[in-house]
């Protein structure tokens, strides 16, 4: 069974910083382009980030260009998201998903989420 | 502000039909496949169409979808309360060199 955990969130300070992991299973993880993707509170989603199998080819949206960064372990079946100079707008609920074709962007897989909240 | 429209909301008494309509351009619909997400209350998002009209495993074939120039279109026939959640659409945008979620649809059954 195809298994994305992500893990890491919890209250962090304006301007401190934070790692998420998200652990997967279940499938051949080196195979694939990994995605973050957040939802704050009441909103629509928004794509974060995204890694190709072997990290080749990385993206980010704007919002959190220079401020994020996304990294894969193949050995480990894991994927990472540091994140650095925290704002309250980052402030969301972090997915960890599993794009099934490998640039289409056609995330097949979604993870529970991580709560992350950014708060004096 | 997403570069993707969609209607905020749409009802609909059960077994009937609804469409909902998700506006882009030639730098996103236009030129890349669109994917549609459903999400439940408290759960995270689920494809529910990929690459425009595709179904996967397990999705009810009461659920369509479409594509056309720069827009796309998830229908929903035989409306049942289970179906009651929001609904994104999304795709590759070209300019923002970056994956775009359209601005979400809540579909309430009345």
């Known amino acids: 069974e195809v298994q994305v955990v992500e893990s890491g969130g919890g209250l962090v300070k304006p301007g401190g910083s934070l790692r998420l992991s998200c652990a997967a299973s279940g499938f051949t993880f080196s195979s694939y382009t990994m995605n973050w993707v957040r939802q704050a509170p009441g909103r629509g989603p928004e794509w974060v980030s995204s890694?190709?199998?072997?990290?080749?080819?990385?993206y980010y949206a704007d919002s959190v260009k220079g401020r994020f960064t996304i990294s894969r372990d193949n050995a480990k079946n894991s994927l990472y998201l540091q994140m650095n100079s925290l704002r309250a707008e980052d402030t969301a609920v972090y997915y960890c998903?599993?794009?099934?074709?490998?640039?289409?962007?056609?995330?097949?897989?979604w993870g529970q989420g991580t709560l992350v909240t950014v708060s004096s | 502000q997403s570069v993707l429209t969609q209607p905020p909301s749409v009802s609909e008494a059960p077994r009937q039909r609804v469409t909902i309509s998700c506006s882009g351009s030639?730098?996103?619909?236009?030129?890349?496949?669109v994917h549609w997400y459903q999400q439940l209350p408290g759960k995270a998002p689920k494809v529910l169409i990929y690459y425009e009209d595709l179904l996967p495993s397990g999705v009810s074939d009461r659920f369509s979808g479409s594509k056309s120039g720069t827009s796309a279109s998830l229908a929903i026939s035989g409306l049942q309360s289970e179906d009651e959640a929001d609904y994104y659409c999304a795709a590759w945008d070209d300019s923002l060199n970056g994956y775009v979620f359209g601005t979400g649809t809540k579909v309430t059954v009345l």
């Open positions: 890694i190709s199998s072997s990290s080749s080819y990385i």
């Open positions: 998903a599993r794009d099934r074709d490998s640039g289409s962007y056609h995330l097949d897989y």
């Open positions: 030639s730098s996103n619909i236009g030129n890349n496949a």
